[in-house]
């Protein structure tokens, strides 16, 4: 029986409430393909059996599948009862077990959104995270349903000689590959690619006696940027063991690169794919930051290989159960190996900017969200990096003793399954015997929690007093606050973690014989927003004085904040003679380098009331200018002392040397310096200072401005990643129009079809704050995403919400804004993942 039913209605939210376990499962798939230019032939025999937890009778068992040419169908080999809809299919009354043969027509070739089995530069390659599968065959595609895999490749050898899947090669012959994966696993795990690549090989021996072949797949013209990748991964197998006791379970590894792919990476079981962003490196065409952002990809996708892969979710509102947990893993891999300072400097400046904004604004929602429109619209800042905050609170509370109890326990209870969040910190609290029930408020509430203190010292009894209160809740959170009670000549009083788990909670602290000066939520220990009565003096004895780094950041970032938005409460004598102080004193050029920058625009943004974007930005502009004046000698004999020839090397000493020259060229740039950038450029032996010298000529009045552009770009045109830099440097910078961006989307090198180089300048172009935001600049983001929404619906909804905060700007941006968001929500045909975007946008208050 067959019939087609054709949905017009406008798209409806899924919610986590209505979850219900499938009443089917599968025991395995068995997937062949048959690779052609024009169209791709998928067969499968699927092996269902009847979930032992179910007991209804199941009438209809629904498989999702969508953009598929049904070709045959049979169930126990004989004609199969379904009903054909337009996003899957029925099968009627299905027996308790049967094998399921499926035969679909595909089209690779022609998928410009990058999901499911599509083409990248003449190779075939898969995305099926969140659900993709269904674009490849007709399948339960949920992650609470796990299967062994094994698929057979056919294809011409001449064309694409690499064929590879999940697992362990099997066999393999002069027209297919045959791959098998031992290990259970949900189909958005599934990975295949085909093309002409070459690998750089390896191997590890892991603690259990396997010897693990290390391969990374790029194409041929880039072998010579994977050596970095292959250093990086192997580092992180080694640390997965060494902190976390976690070896790897299958006797091959691989990464493959591509350059058409919408997100960093993607951790397939055994097979990850990557943006070829996110692994070729080496000293001529990445910069430092590349370099380390690499690193922490490949180990964070290398550790998903246990918490995501081996435990999985069981359904996608528990993202963050993998997500949030291997970010975490991810920033203590880059803290242990490099700067443990700069990393969280680095990793909270990224929450602050994006995540703090994104709680503030109508896209906010828990880290574990209650419903969504279309998932890929919650692979989100507050879903990772929020999640790692709260996995991090509980790493405070537990200590690292605790926490890997807990992990042990995690992964004797579940390895195998698809689990929530509720067993990953249940886990947490029975190993440990903590009670976390009234943590779980991190879990389900969504906005920042906001926290003041109040002081006050009892000189008659020697005890000081400081009481939180936290703000605009109902119900505490439970918030860990590390923190250090300083004397005034330096002394460290009393120091540790306490934990404000009401909503106005006062700690004494007794035998202090003077007021002294607090330090709280060093490391930023919990993800809130907190004000203090400290005052300017205080903050900056802790600018130049607390023994925590980070803190010592984070005073001078208010500090600089203060200047920008409210100069006349800053003594910049004072302000200034701290920066030198601490110039003179402090050895940790990365720090220094952090301690210099000034707020983003984006960050201000957070701290005005109605967004004047041109004011802000002159503010900034101005301050900028007034520091550069003011510390011009210090900058300059900065960068002299660190301008002198040494072999390129990534120790953190080196690239904080680099870090500090830079940031202080940027300084003398604003007052004219351009011979200065202009040579570095000219003597440059690495990116990292050829790319800072770019910058700043890009963003200045300087006449050398159009020949570097030129320079750069015949020097790198053949190089697909350093091109998106010269793209994106140019998009940035404050001198770029409208109309330059037009003419740059016109360049022969731009492609609408390729994400990094679309987000390379029009994402960019969307950080230009004194250029992007005009009536011009609204019109040509709108025009990008609905053609966007056409071709790659994913990107387009990243784009849209660009848009989120339109309520936040004064009127004369305000109102433009929202003219466009009404624009694109009465298009024709909006994807589920913009109209979820932009008819949130609209409805919400931000």
Same mark, same amino acid.
């Given at each position: 029986?067959?019939s087609?039913?054709?949905?017009?209605?406008?798209?409806?939210?899924?919610y986590?409430?209505?979850?219900?376990?499938?009443?089917?499962?599968i025991?395995?798939?068995k997937?062949?393909?048959?690779?052609k230019?024009?169209?791709?032939?998928?067969?499968? %025999?699927?092996?269902?059996?009847k979930?032992?937890?179910?007991e209804?009778?199941?009438?209809?068992? *629904?498989?999702n =599948?969508?953009?598929l040419?049904?070709?045959?169908?049979?169930?126990?080999?004989?004609?199969?009862?379904?009903?054909?809809? $337009?996003? =899957?299919?029925?099968?009627?009354?299905?027996?308790?077990a049967?094998?399921?043969d499926?035969k679909?027509?595909?089209?690779?070739e022609?998928?410009?959104?990058?999901?499911?089995?599509?083409?990248?530069?003449?190779n075939?390659?898969?995305q099926?995270?969140?659900m993709?599968f269904?674009?490849?065959t007709?399948?339960?595609d949920?992650?609470?349903?796990?299967?062994v895999?094994?698929?057979?490749?056919?294809?011409?050898r001449?064309?694409?000689?690499v064929?590879?899947?999940n697992?362990?090669?099997?066999s393999?012959?002069?027209?297919?590959?045959?791959?098998h994966?031992?290990?259970?696993?949900?189909?958005?795990?599934?990975?295949?690619v085909?093309?002409?690549?070459?690998?750089?090989?390896d191997?590890?021996?892991?603690?259990?006696?396997r010897?693990?072949?290390? @391969?990374?797949?790029?194409e041929?013209?880039?072998?010579?940027k994977?050596?970095?990748?292959?250093?990086?991964?192997?580092?992180?197998?080694?640390?997965?063991?060494?902190?976390?006791?976690?070896?790897?379970?299958?006797?091959?590894?691989?990464?493959?690169?591509?350059?058409?792919?919408n997100?960093?990476?993607?951790?397939?079981?055994?097979? $990850?794919?990557?943006?070829s962003?996110?692994?070729?490196?080496?000293?001529e065409?990445?910069?430092?930051?590349?370099?380390i952002?690499?690193?922490?990809?490949?180990?964070?996708?290398?550790?998903?290989?246990?918490?995501?892969?081996?435990?999985?979710?069981?359904?996608?509102?528990?993202?963050s159960?993998?997500?949030g947990?291997?970010?975490?893993?991810? %920033?203590?891999?880059?803290?242990?190996?490099?700067?443990?300072?700069?990393?969280?400097?680095?990793?909270?400046?990224?929450?602050? /900017?994006?995540?703090?904004?994104?709680?503030a604004?109508?896209?906010?929602?828990?880290?574990?969200?209650?419903?969504?429109?279309?998932?890929?619209?919650?692979y989100? #800042?507050?879903?990772?990096?929020?999640?790692?905050?709260?996995?991090?609170?509980?790493?405070?509370?537990?200590?690292?003793e605790?926490?890997?109890?807990?992990?042990?326990?995690?992964f004797?209870?579940?390895?195998?399954?698809?689990? /929530?969040?509720?067993?990953?910190?249940?886990?947490?609290?029975?190993?440990?015997?903590?009670?976390?029930?009234?943590?779980?408020?991190?879990?389900?509430?969504?906005?920042?929690?906001?926290?003041?203190?109040?002081?006050?010292?009892?000189?008659?009894?020697?005890?000081?007093?400081?009481?939180?209160?936290?703000?605009? %809740?109902t119900?505490?959170?439970?918030?860990?606050?590390?923190?250090?009670l300083?004397?005034?000549?330096?002394?460290?009083?009393?120091s540790?973690?306490?934990?404000?788990?009401?909503?106005?909670k006062?700690?004494?602290f007794?035998?202090?014989?003077?007021?002294?000066?607090?330090?709280?939520?060093r490391?930023?220990?919990?993800?809130?927003k907190? $004000?203090? $009565?400290?005052?300017?003096?205080?903050?900056?004895y802790?600018?130049?004085?607390?023994?925590?780094?980070?803190?010592?950041?984070d005073?001078v970032?208010?500090?600089?904040?203060?200047?920008?938005?409210n100069?006349?409460?800053?003594?910049?004598q004072k302000?200034f003679?701290?920066?030198?102080?601490?110039?003179?004193?402090d050895?940790?050029?990365a720090l220094?380098?952090?301690?210099?920058?000034?707020?983003?625009e984006?960050?201000?943004?957070?701290?005005?009331?109605?967004?004047?974007?041109?004011?802000?930005?002159?503010?900034?502009?101005?301050?900028i200018?007034?520091?550069?004046?003011?510390?011009?000698?210090?900058?300059?004999?900065?960068?002299?002392?660190?301008n002198y020839?040494?072999d390129?090397?990534?120790?953190?000493?080196?690239? =904080?040397?680099?870090?500090?020259?830079?940031?202080?060229?940027?300084f003398l740039?604003?007052?004219g310096?351009?011979?200065?950038?202009?040579?570095?450029y000219n003597n440059?032996?690495?990116?990292?200072?050829?790319?800072?010298?770019? %910058?700043?000529?890009?963003?200045?009045?300087?006449?050398?401005?159009?020949?570097?552009?030129?320079? *750069?770009?015949?020097?790198?045109?053949?190089?697909?990643?350093?091109?998106?830099?010269w *793209?994106s440097?140019?998009?940035?910078?404050? #001198?770029?129009?409208?109309?330059?961006? @037009?003419k740059?989307?016109?360049?022969?090198? *731009?492609?609408m079809?390729?994400p990094?180089?679309?987000? #390379?300048?029009?994402?960019s172009?969307?950080?230009?704050?004194?250029?992007?935001?005009?009536?011009?600049?609204?019109q040509?983001?709108?025009?990008?995403?609905?053609e966007?929404?056409?071709?790659?619906?994913?990107?387009?909804a990243?784009?849209?919400?660009?848009?989120?905060?339109?309520?936040?700007?004064?009127?004369?941006?305000?109102?433009?804004?929202?003219?466009?968001?009404?624009?694109?929500?009465?298009?024709?045909?909006?994807?589920?993942?913009?109209?979820?975007?932009?008819?949130?946008?609209?409805k919400g208050n931000s």
């Amino acid at each position: 029986m067959r019939s087609i039913t054709i949905s017009t209605l406008k798209p409806k939210p899924i919610y986590r409430k209505n979850y219900t376990a499938s009443s089917h499962l599968i025991k395995t798939t068995k997937l062949s393909f048959d690779l052609k230019e024009d169209e791709t032939i998928v067969t499968s %025999q699927i092996s269902f059996y009847k979930n032992p937890n179910s007991e209804e009778l199941v009438k209809e068992l *629904f498989l999702n =599948g969508e953009a598929l040419e049904l070709i045959s169908i049979e169930v126990d080999g004989k004609n199969a009862n379904y009903e054909l809809l $337009n996003n =899957g299919l029925s099968l009627l009354n299905p027996p308790d077990a049967f094998i399921l043969d499926v035969k679909v027509r595909i089209h690779p070739e022609s998928k410009t959104d990058l999901n499911g089995l599509y083409q990248s530069s003449g190779n075939f390659c898969t995305q099926c995270e969140a659900m993709g599968f269904r674009e490849i065959t007709y399948f339960l595609d949920r992650p609470d349903v796990l299967s062994v895999f094994t698929t057979t490749i056919n294809a011409n050898r001449d064309n694409y000689p690499v064929l590879l899947s999940n697992g362990n090669l099997v066999s393999e012959s002069a027209t297919q590959a045959i791959w098998h994966d031992p290990t259970p696993k949900p189909c958005y795990l599934f990975a295949l690619v085909a093309g002409k690549l070459d690998y750089l090989q390896d191997s590890f021996m892991t603690s259990t006696g396997r010897e693990v072949d290390l @391969r990374i797949y790029v194409e041929p013209h880039n072998m010579h940027k994977t050596a970095f990748a292959m250093e990086s991964l192997i580092k992180a197998f080694k640390w997965d063991e060494q902190r976390f006791n976690l070896s790897y379970d299958l006797d091959i590894y691989m990464i493959v690169a591509v350059d058409d792919f919408n997100m960093g990476a993607m951790e397939n079981k055994g097979l $990850n794919i990557f943006n070829s962003d996110c692994v070729l490196a080496n000293q001529e065409t990445s910069t430092d930051s590349s370099f380390i952002r690499i690193e922490s990809i490949i180990a964070h996708e290398y550790f998903h290989n246990w918490t995501g892969n081996r435990v999985t979710c069981r359904d996608w509102f528990q993202l963050s159960l993998k997500e949030g947990l291997t970010v975490f893993r991810d %920033q203590e891999f880059s803290s242990d190996l490099r700067s443990r300072a700069i990393q969280r400097i680095t990793d909270v400046n990224q929450l602050k /900017t994006r995540q703090f904004a994104e709680d503030a604004g109508p896209m906010a929602h828990p880290v574990r969200p209650e419903s969504y429109i279309a998932m890929d619209n919650f692979y989100t #800042s507050t879903v990772y990096e929020k999640g790692a905050e709260v996995i991090r609170m509980i790493h405070t509370i537990l200590g690292e003793e605790g926490f890997q109890k807990g992990m042990g326990l995690y992964f004797d209870r579940h390895d195998g399954d698809a689990v /929530t969040i509720d067993d990953f910190v249940a886990s947490m609290a029975d190993a440990n015997n903590y009670n976390f029930e009234n943590f779980m408020p991190w879990y389900s509430k969504s906005g920042t929690p906001e926290v003041s203190i109040e002081d006050e010292y009892d000189s008659s009894q020697n005890i000081y007093r400081a009481t939180f209160t936290q703000k605009n %809740q109902t119900e505490p959170f439970v918030i860990p606050n590390n923190f250090g009670l300083l004397s005034a000549d330096g002394i460290e009083l009393d120091s540790g973690m306490i934990l404000v788990d009401e909503l106005v909670k006062t700690f004494e602290f007794k035998n202090i014989k003077a007021k002294p000066i607090a330090s709280w939520f060093r490391g930023f220990s919990a993800p809130v927003k907190f $004000n203090s $009565n400290l005052s300017i003096s205080d903050r900056i004895y802790l600018a130049s004085g607390d023994s925590d780094p980070f803190n010592r950041w984070d005073n001078v970032q208010s500090l600089w904040l203060e200047y920008i938005l409210n100069s006349e409460h800053v003594e910049e004598q004072k302000l200034f003679e701290m920066i030198k102080n601490i110039f003179n004193k402090d050895s940790d050029f990365a720090l220094l380098s952090e301690m210099i920058s000034l707020p983003s625009e984006q960050i201000i943004h957070q701290h005005v009331g109605r967004i004047n974007v041109k004011q802000v930005h002159l503010q900034r502009e101005t301050s900028i200018l007034s520091i550069s004046k003011a510390l011009k000698e210090l900058f300059y004999d900065t960068f002299q002392k660190l301008n002198y020839k040494k072999d390129y090397d990534l120790s953190s000493a080196s690239v =904080g040397e680099r870090a500090l020259k830079n940031k202080c060229l940027s300084f003398l740039v604003k007052l004219g310096e351009y011979e200065l950038a202009f040579k570095q450029y000219n003597n440059a032996d690495n990116m990292t200072d050829q790319f800072s010298a770019f %910058q700043c000529l890009l963003d200045s009045s300087s006449p050398y401005k159009e020949e570097v552009i030129e320079r *750069f770009y015949s020097q790198h045109k053949k190089d697909a990643q350093v091109m998106d830099k010269w *793209f994106s440097a140019q998009s940035i910078s404050s #001198s770029t129009s409208v109309a330059d961006i @037009r003419k740059l989307m016109k360049h022969n090198l *731009f492609k609408m079809t390729n994400p990094n180089r679309i987000r #390379s300048v029009m994402g960019s172009f969307t950080q230009n704050s004194i250029q992007f935001h005009c009536k011009e600049g609204y019109q040509l983001a709108t025009e990008v995403i609905l053609e966007l929404d056409s071709l790659n619906p994913q990107i387009a909804a990243r784009f849209a919400g660009i848009y989120n905060h339109w309520r936040r700007f004064i009127d004369d941006y305000s109102s433009l804004q929202e003219d466009q968001l009404k624009l694109i929500l009465d298009s024709h045909k909006l994807t589920d993942d913009v109209y979820e975007i932009v008819n949130t946008a609209l409805k919400g208050n931000s």
